[in-house]
């Protein structure tokens, strides 16, 4: 079955840091291209940061520049996403999607469409 699994969200004080996980199953993840998605209550899905599979480059929402960063671990088919200096807009419900690397693909946007997403889960910045 193909699946993508998120995990890691919960409750941080502002200038803390969560590291969300993405674990993928039935289809390898070095193949594909990565999306970080979020939505808070009432708002529009946005992209948060994409990553090509090709050359490893990466788009950064203007929001979280200097303070997000995504790696992968190849051995365990999981994708991370890194975030520091949490400030209460970044709460949100944190998505992680992923489609067929495209050929020749830069980062400097996110994809329009990808293949699969996760179920999300839930970030909550607060004192």
């Known amino acids: 079955q193909v699946q993508l699994v998120e995990s890691g969200g919960g409750l941080v004080q502002p200038g803390g840091s969560l590291r969300l996980s993405c674990a993928a199953s039935?289809?390898?993840?070095?193949?594909?291209?990565i999306g970080w998605f979020r939505q808070a209550p009432g708002k529009e899905r946005e992209g948060v940061l994409c990553?090509?599979?090709?050359?490893?480059?990466?788009y950064y929402a203007d929001f979280v520049k200097g303070r997000f960063t995504i790696f992968r671990d190849n051995d365990k088919n999981t994708v991370y996403l890194q975030m520091n200096i949490l400030e209460p807009e970044d709460t949100a419900v944190y998505y992680c999607a992923a489609v067929d690397s495209v050929a020749y693909y830069i980062a400097d946007e996110c994809h329009t469409e990808y293949d699969y997403w996760g179920q999300g889960t839930q970030v909550t910045v607060s004192s």
């Open positions: 990553i090509s599979s090709s050359d490893g480059s990466t």
């Open positions: 039935g289809f390898t993840l070095d193949d594909y291209d």
